[in-house]
């Protein structure tokens, strides 16, 4: 947020009132210090994007492909003038999408500030990547090391009739499932597991041990969502979950036996869902935050962790003084 955005957001009032004086002052000292910074010093950057991630080999940069942190890097490059190593809270396999996916770099400060950034990145990236919001933070916050949660969601079509327009962005299973069934499944999954039955095989060393928090399945129109919040994910894990459930779901599989792969891994069966029915809805910074039952797809959640400052963004959002007070 530069100087003229802020002075026309204390003109329009209901934004910098006496209630919230404290908290606008510290956030000027910040835009101070951003403005003052010589051209070349090195800043701290966060910022949340969004994808669809059909047309890419996933999040993470792979020579030679398509892929959302190549196409981005490219952006930040060009705006910047200089290259940038990118940290991604969550990375997505190629087909998986994001509505609130969170990236941290470094690099020198943009010649329009953080608006400019802002801008030249809207205008730069394709139209299935767009960026949220873009600010500044302190050098300990980190993308990935400093989130406390992730929230994904699944959209699952069942039934016989298939739908064109959401065929690369949910699964269709035509079958009709038992929701009931799969619910209480879904159950045995809170809490710390071992989830090595659900995801793909990873590196040796590498630990499968993760926190789930909380899971929802609701009926929403035709569609069925799965949502699930953990401290981490590893490789391919939701989609090992999505899968068994709808084993579940068409009585394949019994609620004890699912049960029974989350409790005791060894040897369970993979069944991985296709990766267009998923999106990384959410990273959290803060206390977890289980939000209420509406369609993330419509209704776009997500925070503004409190180490960022100085935001310039397309979301509307008037509590930046907020996020300087809470810091």
């Not at 770099?105 to 990547?129: C, E, M, N, W």
């Amino acid at each position: 947020m530069t100087r003229s955005h802020h002075d026309s957001e204390a003109e329009q009032g209901g934004l910098f009132d006496e209630e919230n004086a404290s908290a606008s002052a510290a956030l000027e000292v910040e835009i101070q210090h951003f403005e003052a910074a010589p051209g070349g010093a090195a800043l701290h950057y966060a910022a949340s994007i969004s994808y669809v991630g059909t047309g890419y080999h996933g999040i993470a940069y792979q020579a030679g492909q398509r892929t959302v942190i190549g196409v981005l890097g490219v952006a930040i490059e060009r705006a910047l003038r200089e290259p940038v190593d990118i940290v991604v809270a969550g990375r997505t396999d190629a087909g998986v999408h994001a509505l609130g996916q969170v990236i941290s770099f470094t690099g020198p400060s943009h010649k329009g500030g953080i608006d400019g950034l802002y801008q030249s990145l809207a205008r730069q990236l394709p139209d299935d990547v767009s960026v949220n919001w873009v600010g500044l933070t302190d050098q300990s916050f980190s993308a990935r090391h400093s989130a406390r949660y992730r929230r994904y969601l699944y959209r699952i079509l069942p039934g016989a009739e298939r739908d064109a327009l959401t065929a690369d962005r949910s699964w269709h299973v035509p079958f009709e499932l038992d929701l009931p069934a799969m619910r209480s499944a879904s159950y045995a999954l809170i809490g710390e597991h071992d989830f090595t039955g659900f995801c793909k095989k990873g590196p040796e060393g590498t630990s499968t041990i993760r926190r789930i928090f909380e899971v929802r399945l609701t009926k929403r129109g035709r569609f069925v969502d799965f949502e699930i919040w953990a401290n981490a994910f590893c490789h391919q894990m939701v989609r090992g979950i999505v899968g068994s459930l709808v084993e579940v779901g068409k009585g394949k599989c019994s609620v004890s036996s699912f049960a029974k792969s989350v409790l005791y891994p060894s040897g369970t069966k993979r069944y991985p869902a296709p990766p267009g029915g998923l999106y990384l809805v959410e990273v959290g910074y803060g206390e977890l935050s289980i939000a209420g039952d509406l369609d993330p797809l419509l209704f776009p959640v997500g925070e503004v962790p409190n180490s960022v400052y100085a935001i310039s963004s397309c979301l509307g959002r008037k509590s930046r003084p907020e996020q300087v007070l809470n810091r």
